[in-house]
């Protein structure tokens, strides 16, 4: 059934044909060196060019395009100094994935070979729009699409095997300017969010605050397999998760991988990741064993969101493609392997002013905790009110398989305070007079009577989709393989809306009663319309499920369900008030969404029947035909013998090939039946049938699979087994 024996890799050497190996360069040589950052600016601009850069990179103005030339001057001599050929407008399209074009710095005056990269290269390229997804947005024929420079992500060297590539940064809009990515309303959602925010502080009398910036740090889990179980899967090739397996006698029981001693070969591995990563930029902090066997995960520092997509984009592929070199194969699926964990993406959200002051970091200053509490309201309210958009933000078909499960958030969205910081908003909600709660008095805008809330007073939910974790949000329901920026755009936008709702009743009450009278109505008001979201208990209890809806909270289990609300009239109003989407932008990305779940649940479902139909049942057949034949020698040997085990067993063999042969048949026939159907209004109706009819009877084909691997000689079993696959060596 092939070769299935693990490739033995030469740790040393795959060191050795990385990148250079960290010791011979200290950490702080080595971080940033591969990228175009403030030292090589400073280095190479004039110093006005270099102010203006850094102003436009730090607050968003507008870059004077007659600094252009001088600037893609400077970026053309650093790459080449490190070997760079090329050039790549870097771009991040409706894929979920990323997308670059390369484009060498060779050029000619005459017939004589000269080095160039002019401003307009920089700052504008024109790749295919019709070939990416749009959602309707643009017709097969209207191909002209345009990336444009974003100078508040600095550009890096990709090092190749032969010669780097300058990558920059960019958006991708269409020729009618509507964004065909992610990026784009990424940024306009951090400009909404900043405006609103500034707005609010100066509300509350903090005039001095210009702008405020996301951040956000994303832990990213990941599995590793041996190479050649991989190229063995051919259901991990195409879908990226197994479509079946038999459960092995060894999974996560023992719970002795976690945080677990990290073998050789993986910990190669993570070296070989890590010293790329900081060459680009990207703060990676801590790497450790995660639950399931053969699960890792990676976690960097916080940055300003926009560029920690970037990076976390980049880490996927810098994870992916070292792999190869380690004999292995990195998996980012939510859910590859059936019965152990799966991965996500732990989405750890907050807010910073220009003056470096996270806005959800409560303080050790009992003066300070109006405007913490303020924030806090505005996050509860934005949860509460916009659930429908968070959920939407994490639906695909591999987060189908965590969310709800005992592994992940539940698909409700709530949020998770603590003891505390529960104690100190139900007081607040309650209006009760401080001296019942901590002996001080009541709250007051600047001399306020909370107590200091140190950041680790309480423990942590892991069972909570949006939890509070000392001076920030942890999204936890984020899928490993998605993008961040989906989830931030949504988080940005409806935290906006949030600011500006608070903004306008503070300041309406204000006119009335004065600014800390108006604070603290307001706050009280708002705590207590939306502190039904707050859930500091159990996310995976089957009481919870039943507490939700006696609270009125959405439960979408599945992907379809979210979707489905995606686009909704109070949903487009929001985003064009925030000015993040047009009607037509979002109702695209819905449209995308859909299709997405629909084809890859088709990839899986012909996967499954391929897999069934090519190689378990020819192999399944052999083994049935194997025991018939003993059956048939032993009763022709002795009559008398006891043979009622081994008929059992032909029979089992048999009852699970003709099983396996219906199953397929009836997948089949689903498949059919989806393909002839209509999409109905952004394909809700097709992706609905595809979710209770084709995803069921690929659960029966997996059923008579992996019962038939149960009692198959091992050496007929044509596909890498579980208990091969999990534990890497």
Same mark, same amino acid.
């Given at each position: 059934?092939?070769?299935?024996?693990?490739?033995?890799?030469?740790?040393?050497?795959?060191?050795?044909?990385?990148?250079?190996?960290?010791?011979?360069?200290?950490?702080?040589?080595?971080?940033?060196?591969?990228?175009?950052?403030?030292?090589?600016?400073?280095?190479?601009?004039?110093?006005?060019?270099?102010?203006?850069?850094?102003?436009?990179?730090?607050?968003?103005?507008?870059?004077?395009?007659?600094?252009?030339?001088?600037?893609?001057?400077?970026?053309?001599?650093?790459?080449?100094?490190? &070997?760079?050929?090329?050039?790549?407008?870097?771009?991040?399209?409706?894929?979920?994935?990323?997308?670059?074009?390369?484009?060498?710095?060779?050029?000619?005056?005459?017939?004589?070979?000269?080095?160039?990269?002019?401003?307009?290269?920089?700052?504008?390229?024109?790749?295919?729009?019709?070939?990416?997804?749009?959602?309707?947005?643009?017709?097969?024929?209207?191909?002209?699409?345009?990336?444009?420079?974003?100078?508040?992500?600095?550009?890096?060297?990709?090092?190749?095997?032969?010669?780097?590539?300058?990558?920059?940064?960019?958006?991708?809009?269409?020729?009618?300017?509507?964004?065909? *990515?992610?990026?784009?309303?990424?940024?306009?959602?951090?400009?909404?969010?900043?405006?609103?925010?500034?707005?609010?502080?100066?509300?509350?009398?903090? $005039?001095?605050?210009?702008?405020?910036?996301?951040?956000?740090?994303?832990?990213?889990?990941?599995?590793?397999?041996?190479?050649?179980?991989?190229?063995?899967?051919?259901?991990?090739?195409?879908?990226?998760?197994?479509?079946?397996?038999?459960?092995?006698?060894?999974?996560?029981?023992?719970?002795?991988?976690?945080? &677990?001693?990290?073998?050789?070969?993986?910990?190669?591995?993570?070296?070989?990741?890590?010293?790329?990563?900081?060459?680009?930029?990207?703060?990676?902090?801590?790497?450790?064993?995660?639950?399931?066997?053969?699960?890792?995960?990676?976690?960097?520092?916080?940055?300003?969101?926009?560029?920690?997509?970037?990076?976390?984009?980049?880490?996927?592929?810098?994870?992916?493609?070292?792999?190869?070199?380690? &004999?292995?194969?990195?998996?980012?699926?939510?859910?590859?392997?059936?019965?152990?964990?799966?991965?996500?993406?732990?989405?750890?959200?907050?807010?910073?002013?220009?003056?470096?002051?996270?806005?959800?970091?409560?303080?050790?200053?009992?003066?300070?905790?109006?405007?913490?509490?303020?924030?806090?309201?505005?996050?509860?309210?934005?949860?509460?009110?916009?659930?429908?958009?968070?959920?939407?933000?994490?639906?695909?078909? &591999?987060?189908?398989?965590?969310?709800? %499960?005992?592994?992940?958030?539940?698909?409700?969205?709530?949020?998770?305070?603590?003891?505390?910081?529960?104690?100190?908003?139900?007081?607040?909600?309650?209006?009760?007079?401080?001296?019942?709660?901590?002996?001080?008095?009541?709250?007051?805008?600047?001399?306020?009577?909370?107590?200091?809330?140190?950041?680790?007073?309480? *423990?942590?939910?892991?069972?909570?989709?949006?939890?509070?974790?000392?001076?920030?949000?942890?999204?936890?329901?984020?899928?490993?393989?998605?993008?961040?920026?989906?989830?931030?755009?949504?988080?940005?936008?409806?935290?906006?809306?949030?600011?500006?709702?608070?903004?306008?009743?503070?300041?309406?009450?204000?006119?009335?009663?004065?600014?800390?009278?108006?604070?603290?109505?307001?706050?009280?008001?708002?705590?207590?319309?939306?502190?039904?979201?707050?859930?500091?208990?159990?996310?995976?209890?089957?009481?919870?499920?039943?507490?939700?809806?006696?609270?009125?909270?959405?439960?979408?289990?599945?992907?379809?369900?979210?979707?489905?609300?995606?686009?909704?009239?109070?949903?487009?109003?929001?985003?064009?008030?925030?000015?993040?989407? $047009?009607?037509?932008?979002?109702?695209?990305?819905?449209?995308? %969404?859909?299709?997405?779940?629909?084809?890859?649940?088709?990839?899986?479902?012909?996967?499954?029947?391929?897999? %069934?139909?090519?190689?378990?049942?020819?192999?399944?057949?052999?083994?049935?035909?194997?025991?018939?034949?003993?059956?048939?020698?032993?009763?022709?040997?002795?009559?008398?013998?006891?043979?009622?085990?081994?008929?059992?067993?032909?029979?089992?063999?048999?009852?699970?090939?003709?099983?396996?042969?219906?199953?397929?048949?009836?997948?089949?026939?689903?498949?059919?039946?989806?393909?002839?159907?209509?999409?109905?209004?952004?394909?809700?109706?097709?992706?609905?049938?595809?979710?209770?009819?084709?995803?069921?009877?690929?659960?029966?084909?997996?059923?008579?699979?992996?019962?038939?691997? %149960?009692?198959? *000689?091992?050496?007929?079993?044509?596909?890498?087994?579980?208990?091969?696959?999990?534990?890497?060596?």
């Amino acid at each position: 059934m092939g070769d299935r024996r693990p490739i033995v890799i030469d740790l040393e050497a795959c060191r050795e044909e990385g990148a250079s190996n960290t010791a011979r360069a200290s950490l702080t040589d080595l971080y940033r060196s591969d990228v175009f950052d403030d030292r090589a600016m400073r280095a190479r601009l004039p110093s006005a060019a270099y102010e203006s850069l850094r102003e436009t990179m730090n607050k968003g103005t507008a870059l004077d395009p007659r600094l252009a030339d001088l600037v893609a001057n400077a970026m053309k001599e650093w790459a080449v100094e490190r &070997g760079a050929t090329h050039f790549s407008h870097w771009f991040q399209p409706m894929t979920g994935h990323t997308a670059e074009k390369h484009d060498s710095f060779l050029s000619f005056s005459g017939d004589q070979p000269i080095v160039e990269f002019s401003g307009k290269a920089l700052i504008k390229g024109e790749p295919d729009a019709s070939s990416f997804p749009s959602g309707g947005i643009r017709s097969t024929f209207e191909a002209r699409g345009y990336t444009a420079w974003d100078p508040t992500s600095p550009a890096y060297i990709r090092r190749g095997t032969r010669a780097s590539t300058l990558s920059i940064p960019t958006a991708f809009c269409s020729w009618t300017g509507e964004a065909l *990515d992610t990026k784009t309303p990424l940024l306009r959602s951090c400009e909404a969010l900043s405006r609103e925010a500034v707005r609010l502080l100066h509300v509350l009398g903090r $005039t001095e605050v210009r702008q405020v910036f996301t951040t956000l740090g994303s832990e990213q889990e990941y599995f590793l397999i041996d190479r050649r179980y991989f190229a063995a899967r051919p259901d991990l090739v195409a879908c990226g998760r197994t479509l079946m397996g038999a459960r092995p006698a060894k999974g996560q029981e023992l719970e002795d991988h976690y945080f &677990g001693t990290i073998s050789n070969r993986v910990l190669a591995y993570m070296e070989d990741c890590e010293e790329q990563l900081w060459r680009l930029g990207v703060p990676v902090k801590t790497r450790h064993n995660e639950v399931a066997p053969g699960q890792f995960e990676l976690a960097p520092i916080f940055e300003r969101s926009a560029v920690a997509v970037d990076h976390n984009m980049l880490t996927m592929d810098v994870l992916r493609k070292t792999a190869l070199r380690h &004999g292995l194969v990195c998996l980012l699926h939510e859910k590859p392997f059936a019965g152990v964990n799966g991965s996500g993406k732990h989405n750890n959200w907050s807010m910073a002013t220009d003056a470096d002051e996270n806005l959800l970091d409560p303080g050790s200053d009992p003066g300070q905790n109006a405007r913490f509490v303020v924030m806090l309201t505005a996050v509860l309210r934005a949860v509460d009110t916009h659930a429908d958009l968070l959920r939407a933000a994490v639906a695909t078909p &591999g987060n189908d398989h965590r969310l709800g %499960a005992n592994e992940a958030p539940p698909a409700i969205m709530s949020a998770y305070l603590g003891g505390e910081l529960d104690e100190v908003c139900r007081g607040l909600i309650a209006g009760a007079p401080a001296g019942e709660r901590k002996g001080a008095q009541a709250m007051r805008l600047g001399v306020t009577s909370l107590p200091p809330l140190p950041r680790d007073s309480t *423990d942590r939910n892991r069972t909570s989709p949006f939890a509070f974790t000392g001076n920030k949000f942890e999204f936890r329901a984020v899928g490993s393989s998605q993008s961040c920026a989906g989830p931030n755009i949504v988080l940005n936008t409806i935290m906006a809306e949030s600011l500006r709702h608070l903004a306008n009743r503070i300041e309406d009450a204000a006119r009335k009663s004065g600014l800390e009278v108006a604070v603290q109505q307001v706050v009280q008001e708002e705590l207590k319309k939306h502190y039904r979201v707050v859930f500091n208990g159990n996310g995976y209890g089957a009481e919870w499920q039943v507490e939700a809806e006696k609270r009125g909270l959405p439960n979408m289990r599945n992907t379809v369900d979210a979707l489905e609300h995606m686009a909704c009239d109070a949903n487009v109003k929001l985003f064009e008030d925030m000015a993040v989407f $047009t009607r037509r932008e979002l109702e695209s990305r819905a449209t995308i %969404a859909l299709e997405n779940y629909e084809k890859h649940i088709a990839i899986e479902a012909q996967a499954c029947l391929d897999i %069934a139909a090519t190689m378990v049942l020819p192999s399944a057949l052999q083994m049935q035909h194997r025991v018939a034949v003993s059956l048939s020698a032993a009763r022709s040997a002795d009559s008398t013998l006891d043979l009622a085990p081994q008929e059992s067993l032909l029979k089992g063999l048999a009852g699970h090939v003709s099983g396996l042969l219906r199953a397929n048949s009836a997948l089949e026939q689903m498949l059919v039946q989806a393909d002839g159907m209509g999409h109905g209004e952004h394909g809700i109706v097709r992706a609905a049938f595809i979710r209770d009819q084709v995803v069921p009877a690929m659960g029966c084909v997996r059923e008579h699979c992996d019962a038939l691997e %149960a009692c198959m *000689d091992d050496e007929l079993w044509p596909l890498p087994k579980y208990r091969e696959m999990l534990f890497v060596h």
